[in-house]
């Protein structure tokens, strides 16, 4: 095995790994998945790899037995980027990110702003995921055999939270870190027709999630019915650990 063997993720190990593990449909539909991006195209699904692999809680097993270099602080780093980068991907096709360019597989990319509004993004998304009734009393996680409501796969993108509510109809969630911009409520119409034509039981509810509401969503939004807007302020506490 050569230096760039053990310390690049291997992909073909990954999807054998991930078959074997009962999730054969999904790293195939990572393996097969079309990306409108002309570069990091490997790296980005290392990044839907490890994703998936950390939901399953399996992704220690597969850094032992294929990834050791995994274990290491610059393996460490490595898997940042590959979800550093699936972030951006996601970002790019919710129109939030541009597409790089100019840039190699193996450099190091963007903004480290952007990279952590990207994370925050994330962590509000799973506090979400398990504090639904914070958006709305009685709004639960949608949940099937095959998956749940957290970053919902559909045709041409991701809902972030998929939601059901009390009278078991749909609500869509979508979460803004910045400014909620007039193209993120066509973003959200998109995925609650999708949401009405092929889970039925519509007409579903959205929800646009943002850090600051612009005046102009707010202007938009009041003429479509089913959609509401709310905006979330974050607050960080530090608490020590330890003896004093």
């Known amino acids: 095995m050569n230096e760039e063997q053990t310390q690049t993720l291997s992909l073909r190990a990954a999807y054998a790994f991930g078959a074997a593990h009962g999730l054969e449909r999904e790293v195939n539909e990572i393996r097969e998945m079309v990306i409108e991006w002309d570069s990091y195209t490997s790296s980005l699904r290392r990044g839907y790899i490890v994703a998936l692999f950390e939901k399953n809680g399996i992704f220690d097993t597969f850094k032992e037995e294929h990834w050791p270099f995994g274990n290491t602080p610059s393996g460490e780093k490595g898997r940042l980027r590959y979800l550093r980068i699936k972030s951006q991907y996601e970002a790019f096709l919710d ?14 990319s963007p903004d480290p702003e952007q990279a952590l509004e990207f994370a925050l993004e994330a962590h509000l998304r799973d506090f979400l995921a398990k504090n639904l009734d914070r958006i709305e009393p009685g709004l639960r996680l949608y949940d099937s055999q095959e ?31 910045s400014q909620g911009r007039n193209k993120a409520l066509g973003q959200l119409l998109y995925y609650m027709g999708w949401v009405d034509k092929h889970l039925g039981g519509g007409p579903c509810r959205g929800f646009i999630i943002a850090s600051d509401i612009t005046e102009e ?10 959609v509401r807007l709310a905006e979330y302020h974050m607050s960080f506490a530090i608490e020590p650990i330890g003896p004093t």
């Open 95 to 108: 129109g939030r990110g541009p597409e790089p360019t100019g840039e190699s597989e193996g450099e190091e």
């Open 147 to 177: 998956r749940n409501g957290v970053e919902f796969a559909v045709d041409g993108g991701r809902i972030d939270l998929l939601a059901v509510d009390r009278n078991k109809k749909f609500v869509v969630i979508e979460l803004k870190l």
């Open 217 to 226: 969503l707010s202007i938009a939004v009041s003429r479509v019915a089913g």
